[in-house]
Each structure stands twice: as structure tokens, then as C-alpha cells.
């Protein structure tokens, strides 16, 4: 009977197991969000502390686990014979004995603590000795309620690229995040790379990242920041330096348009409505700054911080019901008539 309990027990246990080992691994390197699958120096310090934590936790919780039950199977044996005025000690244990006993457990507590402690701190330490500033490149991210404004720092001002939402890095060289915020305290965590910053309101945060292997990372805000912090993500896509210069030249550049009528009159539609207000679109007349920049929307993963894959149809229910979608944002839903929105959204998709 006991053994059966026992086995059922172990059978509870290894499902929660499961689920928790499940959307620790599976469903987050799925996903390519994982701090236990590091794939930079800064994450890879991060996941040796995690499994260390993680192993000395576990072996601590399985020998409390293995007393706990051995004291209870003992007394199991024992019921109904114990006579009434028994004492709280063991058998053949004294009070000087017990005492000695708890002592050596107190003791051993506060090493292991301070074990987790220094163990801790000197992880700290030695990833904030990383980073390159001779060989760096910096990138400034601003949190925003909802979504992330990105700008590429460079002594040449005509080379600043700004972009939002997505962020690419070229792998195997230091990357310094300089973190603010517009608004309230968001947190940039892409656990591959690194652990949490704070993006504080007029202040700076520094922090260094850098990628070794080639990937697509997804980011989110590890603050509550208001309703729709869950839907504040970003995307960081590491590639090799060749690529990723490419990819500046082409992000520097204006948008280029989809030819063709449609895409013309896209661009006179955008241009004639309140997009402008809130969105910057190089290389024409919207210079909105409250919003994304649209420069090179098309080639982005998503809409919205993450929210939508971007496709022409997830766009096109993002413009005609923004709210719907996301629940609060700032993005204010502007009436486009069915005949313009075809067009408009051709247009949009179109600066890749
Ligand atoms: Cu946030």
C-alpha cells in the first residue's frame, strides 16, 4: 500500500518535472529564447551559474526529501506503541546531542549561502569586465509603451540608422546596449545573450552583449510597464560581419518604394493621412517620431513588437484596428477606406 503511494507520488512528481523541464527547454529553445542555452560570453557565464544554482539546490532538496521521508516511515512503525508521556527525542538521543545536530545544520546553511553568494557575485563581476569599447559598437535602445525605438550610434551622423523593434548584430564582436526609456521602467532581457536591464526614464543603463553563433534571438520586456507590456518583444538577429554590413547599407538607405502604380499610390495615401503624424518614413515627407520608424518595415519579422508576424493580412488588421489587437497602444486607429487600403498596405509591406 505504501509502495503504491509512493509510486503514484513519483509518477505526480515526474509529470510537474516534465512540464516544467518542457517549457524550460523545448518550448523556449523552440522559440530561441532560452537562458540556459547561452550563445554569447555574457549568457554562457549566466548558464554556468544557473546549473550550478540548479545542481547544489537539487542535491540540498533530494537529501531533505530523503530524511523527510525516512523519518516518516519510521514513525510509521511505531504508531500506537509510543507511550503517552513520550519525549520529542529519537531513541537513544540526548538533548546535548540534538542540539549539536541543529548547530552543524544552521552552520552548513549559512556556508552554502554564502557559497550562492560569492558564486553569484563573482559571475557578476566577470561578465561586467566584458566588453570592448576600442572595438565595440554601440546601440541605443529606448523603451517605449509598447514597442522598442533602436538607433545605431557612429560618429557620422548622416550613418545613424534608426529602426525599431528588431535588432541586428554582427556575431564575435562586443555590442554595447545603452538603455533609456521614454516613458515608465522597462527591462531589455534577451536571455540568450544576457540577463535583465532596466530602461529607467532619464537615465542611462550600459550593459555589453555579443553573439557567437549566428541566430535569430527573440527578446522581451522583463518589467511590467502597463497593459501591454506581454506584448513587448523584439527580435535580435546575429550574423556574420559581411551580412550584417550589408544589411546596414541597405537599412541606411531611404525606402525604396514598390514600383508600379499601386505602390505610388500607396505612398500618396500613407503621405495624405495621420500615419505622418506619429511615423518617420526616409525619403519622404513623414517624419513622425512617436511611432516605429517604417523605413524598412517590410523587412522585419514582426508588427508591433513582436505581437503579429508580419505578413500583408496580420498588417492590414493591424491598421484597421489597432486597438483590437492591442488593447491600449498608441497607435491610433485612422479610418482608411476600403479602396485605399489595398494599396496602402502594398505600399507599407513594400519598403522592404
Ligand atoms: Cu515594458
New binding site residues.
Given amino acids: 500500500m505504501t509502495k503504491r503511494n509512493g509510486e503514484k507520488g513519483a509518477g505526480l512528481k515526474g509529470a510537474v518535472f516534465c512540464a516544467y523541464a518542457f517549457v524550460l527547454f523545448d518550448a523556449c529553445a523552440g522559440h530561441q529564447q532560452s537562458a540556459v542555452d547561452p550563445a554569447g560570453p555574457q549568457s554562457g557565464k549566466i548558464a554556468v551559474l544557473w546549473w550550478f544554482f540548479f545542481g547544489l539546490l537539487t542535491t540540498i532538496f533530494l537529501i531533505v526529501m530523503v530524511f523527510t521521508l525516512l523519518t516518516l516511515t519510521r514513525r510509521g512503525h511505531r504508531s500506537g506503541q509510543e507511550p503517552l508521556n513520550a519525549s520529542h527525542l529519537p531513541p537513544g538521543a540526548d538533548e546535548k546531542e540534538l542540539t549539536r545536530i541543529v548547530a552543524a545544520a544552521t552552520i552548513a546553511t549559512v556556508l552554502i549561502l554564502f557559497v550562492l553568494l560569492i558564486a553569484s557575485v563573482s559571475t557578476g563581476k566577470s561578465i561586467s569586465e566584458l566588453g570592448d569599447k576600442k572595438n565595440g559598437m554601440v546601440i541605443e535602445v529606448t523603451?517605449n509603451?509598447?514597442w522598442w525605438h533602436v538607433r545605431y550610434w557612429n560618429d557620422d551622423p548622416s550613418q545613424m540608422l534608426v529602426t525599431a523593434n528588431e535588432i541586428h548584430i554582427p556575431t564575435g564582436r562586443p555590442v554595447m546596449i545603452r538603455g533609456m526609456s521614454q516613458d515608465?521602467?522597462?527591462?531589455f532581457w534577451v536571455p540568450n545573450l544576457h540577463g535583465k536591464r532596466d530602461?529607467i526614464p532619464s537615465r542611462v543603463t550600459t550593459e555589453w552583449i555579443e553573439a557567437d553563433q549566428p541566430g535569430i534571438y527573440r527578446g522581451q520586456?522583463?518589467?511590467?510597464?502597463?497593459l501591454q507590456?506581454a506584448h513587448?518583444a523584439l527580435w535580435v538577429i546575429a550574423e556574420p560581419q559581411a551580412k550584417f554590413d550589408s544589411w546596414m547599407k541597405h537599412q541606411l538607405r531611404p525606402a525604396s518604394p514598390p514600383g508600379g502604380p499601386t505602390g505610388e499610390r500607396g505612398k500618396q495615401i500613407f503621405l495624405n493621412s495621420a500615419c505622418i503624424y506619429c511615423h518617420s518614413i526616409r525619403g519622404t515627407a513623414a517624419g513622425g517620431q512617436t511611432g516605429p520608424d517604417l523605413t524598412h518595415f517590410g523587412s522585419r519579422r514582426s508588427i508591433a513588437a513582436g505581437t503579429l508576424p508580419n505578413t500583408i493580412g496580420n498588417l492590414g488588421g493591424w491598421i484597421t484596428d489597432p486597438q483590437g489587437i492591442k488593447p491600449g497602444t498608441h497607435m491610433a486607429t485612422i479610418p482608411v477606406s476600403s479602396e485605399d487600403l489595398q494599396p496602402l498596405l502594398e505600399y507599407i509591406e513594400g519598403l522592404k
Avoid: K, P, R, T
Avoid at 184 to 187: A, D, K, P, Y
Avoid at 221 to 226: F, I, L, N, R, S
Fill in positions: 523603451g509603451q509598447w515608465v521602467i522597462h527591462s530602461l520586456c522583463a518589467e511590467y510597464c502597463g507590456h513587448m
